[in-house]
């Protein structure tokens, strides 16, 4: 018999979960002014916040960790970390940053000035902001269908091909110093890009003289993803398709917190060593020498590891299994998921679960707070709190295109039977959901407002 796509792991070491009351939800959420960020994490029972560094390393990767050499300048680690990044990616350049938005800062900090424009399918929070801050404009050009949580279509993370044309010849090449990809597509429920429109992405960017860069985050989910929905990827295996998607690209930033399984690190590959040499000098300054960019040297040593087993075939076919199975349970409980689910996060459209609430309220937070104070789970908005900002041009305020509540799944961290508690908190909750409130900001600041708003109920 085939092993079915159940965990391709066993438990070595358990981390102990503290049971609350909902007594104590509330008083924990009441504290935090109505923001999940804010509530201790002591006091969550199932985290899905987020993805990104709560996975659980390997024995491999801690074997890895207990090696690292903390050298300064030129440490083996480094060396480790160099060919393992340039195995899976096929970039040639590397620089370690600490995180993702590490990366994402040095690069834009070398390319972008005020005034530019950046399109992307989606920019994911942090990297609208590294834009942002710079004065740039960023545009998100995701195909309408990635807003339409019932299509059942296999590529909904793409690119709008003739919006992107469309955007460069109406601004001007020389305006857009740099064009991304996200994959898979984070603020777009976490859809993947097909591998079709990674390339005719690439011939677009290129034909008008500008860089390409993927935001590759979640580069193995994607290549996952190619795999069972494209048929001519079928029997091609995964090492092979993350290459070929690399191979439209100028380079990428990464943040290993992701598909690398690491709970720090990130870096920037690059093809052109010019480029490497520019940002590297911003590096030293911000990030750290060369060799470590942020990161321990034993950091470097289990991002080394975690590349490998992030595109390992058995955890990648357990990983969207395990991903589905969440979303079939929060289905069977009543809530609106967005279809198909992605692979690092089931999606539940909040602006249909709750009609009563308008995007001015932050039905995703609504929804995520009843949740939490139902049995200790902890979700995000990925909605109007996250992304709500003015028109650069017009000053009107532009909401989210969908008010979604998103469920991340830590790597390797929770069984099957803490997704089915997970949809029996949501089961429950829906018993009372006509009786949820909207909310509204007491507290917030300019850029990034999600993480440290305080709100209050309406
Ligand atoms: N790009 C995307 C698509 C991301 O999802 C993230 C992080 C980043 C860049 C920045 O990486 O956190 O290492 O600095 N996303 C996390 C999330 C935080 O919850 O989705 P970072």
Not at 117 to 144: E, K, S, Y
Request: charged share 20%; proline share 6%; with cysteine.
């Amino acid at each position: 018999m085939p092993i079915p796509f159940i965990e391709p792991f066993r438990i070595k070491v358990v981390e102990k979960l503290k049971v609350t009351t909902h007594e104590e939800r509330a008083v924990a959420l009441a504290s935090a002014h109505n923001n999940l960020f804010a509530v201790p994490a002591e006091d969550v029972f199932v985290d899905l916040l987020t993805d990104s560094g709560t996975g659980a390393m390997s024995d491999a990767q801690w074997a890895g960790i207990m090696r690292g050499d903390e050298s300064y300048a030129g440490a083996r680690s480094y060396a480790h970390f160099e060919s393992a990044v340039q195995e899976v990616t096929g970039f040639p350049y590397v620089l370690p940053t600490h995180q993702g938005r590490g990366a994402e800062g040095m690069l834009f900090q070398t390319l972008v000035k005020a005034g530019q424009i950046v399109p992307n399918n989606r920019h994911f929070d942090t990297t609208q902001a590294n834009l942002l801050v710079l004065g740039a404009n960023p545009v998100d050009l995701t195909v309408p269908e990635g807003d339409d949580p019932q299509a059942d279509l296999p590529f909904k993370g793409n690119m709008d091909l003739e919006r992107l044309e469309d955007l460069i010849r109406r601004v001007g090449a020389e305006r857009i110093p740099i064009g991304m990809i996200t994959i898979t597509n984070n603020s777009a429920a976490g859809q993947p890009v097909s591998m079709d429109n990674l390339r005719q992405t690439s011939e677009i960017y290129h034909r008008y003289g500008i860089p390409f860069f993927i935001d590759a985050c979640r580069f193995a989910e994607n290549a996952w993803f190619i795999k069972l929905r494209d048929p001519r990827y079928r029997d091609v295996p995964v090492t092979k398709i993350v290459k070929e998607i690399f191979s439209y690209a100028d380079g990428c930033t990464m943040s290993a917190k992701k598909d690398a399984i690491v709970n720090i690190g990130g870096f920037i590959a690059f093809r052109d060593p010019a480029l490497k040499q520019r940002i590297a000098e911003r590096l030293i300054v911000h990030e750290g020498f060369i060799t470590y960019g942020g990161l321990a040297g034993r950091d470097l040593e289990a991002l080394a590891v975690g590349l490998f087993e992030g595109v390992d075939e058995d955890y990648l076919a357990y990983r969207e299994s395990h991903t589905r199975y969440l979303g079939q349970v929060l289905s069977e409980a009543g809530l609106p998921v967005y279809q198909p689910t992605g692979g690092h996060a089931v999606y539940v459209n909040a602006g249909l679960a709750l009609p009563q609430i308008p995007a001015a309220q932050f039905p995703g937070v609504a929804l995520a707070n009843a949740l939490y104070l139902e049995g200790g789970v902890r979700t995000v908005e990925i909605g109007s709190l996250m992304f709500s900002r003015p028109d650069p041009e017009s000053g009107e305020m532009i909401y989210a295109p969908m008010e979604l509540v998103r469920f991340a799944i830590p790597r390797r961290v929770y069984t099957r039977s803490h997704l089915e508690y997970v949809g029996e908190c949501a089961a429950e909750m829906m018993k009372h959901i006509d009786a949820i409130k909207g909310l509204r900001v007491t507290r917030a600041p300019q850029v990034l407002r999600h993480f440290t708003a305080e709100l209050e109920q309406i």
